[in-house]
């Protein structure tokens, strides 16, 4: 089987509905799956003072939380952040900055990697924040596995970066996001079963 690690941080919950569509379409796919998010890392006082943003964090207190070995564990990690200011979160940055000891020994590497976000906007920088997960998983050693336009699905986002869900308009994941998210994580546990030789001829 092979192994997804899907890692990622939500603040209202949006990335977070993108990265339970990956982790059931991988599943449904044949792959055993880690779905992980990046713990909150700001104040109480800070996501305290935000219905929303603390209502998301209590939902996640029993959920399992991201560890690095989570990504030395995988054949394919799928690493997705809220755009903030066109990069990601602070508090996936931080848990980036946690690699350092299994990157050193080089245990990172030779894996599949792609990513995904969500902004309020359409042009708000979801290309940049995509890029800045690439910029990562070429430091990592990982191999760097875009959806570009491979499939017609990909007209309706229109990113080749990665997925991208503009959520400006409410955030629920439509059918259309549906369908590039499916297509996302298909893609990328195919090239890795064809990288190890697993492949279906
Ligand atoms: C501090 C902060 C910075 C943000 N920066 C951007 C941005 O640069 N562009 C954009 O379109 N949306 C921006 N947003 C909106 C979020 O990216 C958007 O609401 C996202 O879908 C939230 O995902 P979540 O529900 O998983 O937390 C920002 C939100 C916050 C709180």
Sequence with gaps: MTKVAIVYYSSYGSTHAMAQRLAETAEKRGAEVRLRH???TAPAEAYGAQEAWKAHVDAMADEPVAA?????WADVVVMGSPTRYGHVTSQMQGFIDTLGPLWSEGK????VYTAFTSSQTKH?????TLQAFH???AHLGGIIVPPGYTDPVKFTDGNPYGVGKVTGAG????DDDHAVLDHLV??????????NGSAAA
């Design 38 to 40: 990046v713990k909150e």
């Design 135 to 137: 910029t990562t998983f």
């Design 108 to 111: 990172l590497a030779d894996k």
């Design 186 to 195: 298909t893609r990328a546990i195919t090239i890795a079963e064809r990288l």
């Design 124 to 128: 708000g920088g979801q290309e940049t």
């Design 171 to 174: 955030g629920d994941l439509d």
């Design 68 to 72: 690095p070995e989570d990504l030395e």
